[in-house]
């Protein structure tokens, strides 16, 4: 990673989030804390592939890894994921705008067919 991208939370909570197997894990994360050997049960990937996974995820601080006996179970954190959101947010009204154009030009195509 580069130092532009390290200095920069919401860069590295995106680039953690682009991987798919990555957002399964957080997804799975949702319903409480889970081992290394709970996460990579789902996935046909090795345990040493997710933990590299999670380092990933631990490193974006989306994940919090505690130590208990010789397990380190992960659990879910979930600030960097609130500052993404509210990034996403800014281009709500964006979206909303086109997709209401979207749907006015829908119904004006349906409206013209019904009536010719």
């Given at each position: 990673?580069?130092?532009?991208?390290?200095?920069?939370?919401?860069?590295?909570?995106?680039?953690?989030?682009?991987?798919?197997?990555?957002?399964?894990?957080?997804?799975?994360?949702?319903?409480?804390?889970?081992?290394v050997n709970d996460l990579a049960a789902p996935?046909?990937?090795?345990?040493?592939?997710?933990?590299?996974?999670?380092?990933?995820?631990?490193?974006?601080?989306?994940?919090?890894?505690?130590?208990?006996?010789?397990?380190?179970?992960?659990?879910l954190q979930g600030a960097r994921l609130k500052?993404?959101?509210?990034?996403?947010?800014?281009?709500?009204?964006?979206?909303?705008?086109?997709?209401?154009?979207?749907?006015?030009?829908?119904?004006?195509?349906?409206?013209?067919?019904?009536?010719?």
């Amino acid at each position: 990673m580069n130092t532009a991208a390290a200095a920069d939370p919401l860069t590295t909570t995106f680039a953690a989030l682009a991987d798919p197997t990555r957002r399964a894990i957080l997804a799975r994360l949702t319903q409480g804390e889970a081992t290394v050997n709970d996460l990579a049960a789902p996935f046909p990937i090795s345990t040493q592939a997710v933990s590299q996974h999670l380092k990933v995820l631990e490193r974006a601080g989306l994940i919090t890894r505690s130590r208990s006996a010789q397990l380190r179970p992960s659990r879910l954190q979930g600030a960097r994921l609130k500052d993404a959101t509210e990034w996403l947010e800014r281009y709500r009204p964006f979206w909303d705008e086109r997709f209401d154009r979207l749907d006015a030009r829908l119904e004006a195509s349906r409206k013209g067919r019904q009536d010719g």
